[in-house]
């Protein structure tokens, strides 16, 4: 199976229309997964058949089954950084073990997890308490990237499930993120976590060192400790940097930072929803990573989802895909998936070193709905380019009294799909203009600015309600169809040397921005925006 294989079916495709694929009756039942109680429906693309069957090739050709059986079985499949990855290890509640360099891991995961429940406990009942023998009423979680996107977008979206003490997170190193955040909350109830794999990111330890300053100033030195805790796989430099041992949580390097939820970083999302619930939430990502590794083909949610991006980003062509939740509380879902499939799949290389034949993974990017209609909704319907998109939505909201806007919610997300696949010809825009009585040449161009092309791709994922198990599905899900399409594009998704480049860059810059260096190997772009703002501050 290649490339050109898929791109000749692609055209020979020729005129044939999303719509005209219905003729077959059963295209919605055929062209879905459904899986516990929710429904993943592709049926709204050109997939057909024929696409599916070499979708399904490519993907047994590129050995995904054992692909996936490897990074299961601890093998070191991040092979540029000689790592396992097994953050599916943290979901796992055994007693099958779990093997790296022959070694069960799971005895470990379990015994931090349960450290972790201990604490969460702890601050939510009111054992671990400030030095003034108070509650902490507030956590703020200063991380970035993985230390950050996953447990803050999970917790906005569990706030139905808060039962403790409030979570902030900050991770820009703009100081007016933490100034702002820490503006409204009182020293001595609040607990900071620092979280970080590295314990080197440089915004996360200058974050860190202002609100341990900002706690020093009203605690007193001696006390500070008391309100710190970290989450880390670098645990000898948290306790270099004065984190108690016993407040640190750590974890090991076969844990992608953009995976890392499920474990240590998932503190905040535990302190906020309690262990029970957190222990739903693990428990609801490993029955995706069971059905991941059990289901057969079409079957298998993961691996359809990776091939209908596979056949949007690769086989067509298109350059980006907008994840469209329906639920305000996904609001922070596109940003954390842009994180884990451009860190994972935006890549140019393949594993031996090669170049990539086909694209690397799409622009990924998105808003909740139903707000991104009234802003980008039109692009998407009336723009020169196709944009995939992915909606979601739950059946049920959680507030029952508002049960008419949620019905309404649902509504503008079906009416969206719809609307991209019929999408509205000339003869109906005529039709419409002439009843508001329009005529002649100004029929025509009124008529020409209300066509709406149609025949645009988009699926839909309903889920009973997003509760905390069904939101670990749902990360599990995406974790697993960046994995499938990162072996279908041989590539290595677990390394992210992409970003170091900047990193490495911007701590060189600060000693020219500070004046103590005088940036002459800097171009002459950059030493020209360098002095610009020393002469404006
Ligand atoms: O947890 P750390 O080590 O502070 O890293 C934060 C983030 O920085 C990155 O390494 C690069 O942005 C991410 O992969 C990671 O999630």
Redesign the pocket.
């Known amino acids: 199976m290649t490339w050109d294989e898929l791109k000749a079916h692609r055209e020979g495709q020729g005129d044939l229309t999303i719509a005209d694929l219905f003729e077959d009756q059963d295209r919605a039942d055929q062209f879905s997964v459904r899986l516990d109680g929710a429904v993943f429906d592709y049926s709204k693309t050109l997939i057909d058949e024929g696409a599916r069957e070499l979708l399904l090739a490519m993907a047994k050709e590129a050995d995904v089954t054992g692909r996936r059986d490897a990074m299961f079985a601890g093998e070191k499949i991040n092979d540029t950084e000689g790592r396992a990855v097994l953050h599916t290890a943290l979901r796992d509640p055994g007693p099958k073990p779990v093997t790296v360099d022959g070694e069960n891991v799971l005895p470990g995961v379990h015994e931090t997890l349960d450290r972790m429940e201990e604490f969460a406990d702890g601050v939510r009942g009111g054992k671990v308490r400030s030095v003034t023998g108070g509650r902490f009423t507030d956590v703020v979680n200063i991380?970035?990237?993985?230390?950050?996107l996953g447990p803050a977008m999970a917790t906005l979206a569990l706030a139905p499930y808060h039962d403790g003490p409030r979570v902030h997170y900050v991770s820009n190193v703009d100081g007016a993120h933490i100034h702002d955040t820490l503006k409204g909350l009182d020293p001595q109830t609040t607990l900071v976590i620092v979280?970080?794999?590295?314990?080197?990111?440089i915004e996360?330890m200058t974050n860190a060192e202002t609100a341990r300053n900002w706690l020093r100033n009203a605690l007193g030195n001696d006390s500070v400790g008391r309100h710190l805790a970290a989450l880390?796989s670098a645990v000898d430099k948290t306790t270099a940097w004065g984190i108690d041992p016993s407040r640190v949580f750590g974890f090991e390097d076969w844990v992608?930072?953009?995976y890392?939820l499920w474990g240590p970083?998932g503190l905040g999302l535990m302190i906020a929803v309690g262990p029970k619930r957190f222990r739903e939430f693990l428990a609801g990502g490993h029955a995706m990573d069971r059905h991941f590794r059990e289901a057969e083909g079409a079957e298998n949610l993961p691996l359809m989802l990776a091939l209908v991006g596979i056949w949007h980003r690769q086989v067509c062509g298109y350059p980006t895909r907008a994840v469209l939740p329906y639920d305000q509380r996904l609001s922070r879902l596109p940003a954390y998936l842009q994180?884990l499939e451009m860190?994972s799949n935006g890549k140019s290389v393949a594993m031996d070193g090669s170049a990539l034949t086909v694209p690397s993974g799409p622009v990924v990017w998105g808003e909740p709905g139903t707000n991104g209609q009234h802003a980008f909704y039109q692009l998407i319907h009336q723009g020169t380019e196709v944009v995939p998109c992915e909606f979601m939505v739950a059946a049920k909201g959680h507030e029952e009294d508002l049960a008419h806007q949620h019905a309404l919610l649902v509504a503008n997300c079906l009416a969206q799909s719809e609307a991209l696949m019929k999408g509205r010809t000339l003869d109906e825009a005529r039709e419409l203009m002439k009843a508001k009585r329009f005529e002649g040449d100004e029929l025509e161009r009124q008529s020409a600015h209300r066509v709406f092309p149609g025949n645009r791709p988009s699926t839909t994922l309903v889920y009973p309600m997003l509760t905390p198990d069904m939101l670990g599905r749902i990360i599990a899900l995406y974790e697993h169809r960046v994995f499938v399409e990162g072996v279908i594009l041989g590539i290595n998704s677990f390394d992210?040397w992409g970003?170091?480049l900047g990193?490495e860059l911007a701590l060189a810059l600060a000693p020219v921005l500070a004046g103590d260096e005088d940036g002459a190997d800097k171009d002459p772009s950059t030493q020209a925006l360098v002095a610009f703002v020393q002469g404006h501050r």
């Open positions: 991380g970035i990237g993985g230390s950050d979280a970080s794999k590295t314990f080197t990111t996360t880390s992608g930072g953009r890392s970083v994180q860190e992210q970003v170091e990193k």
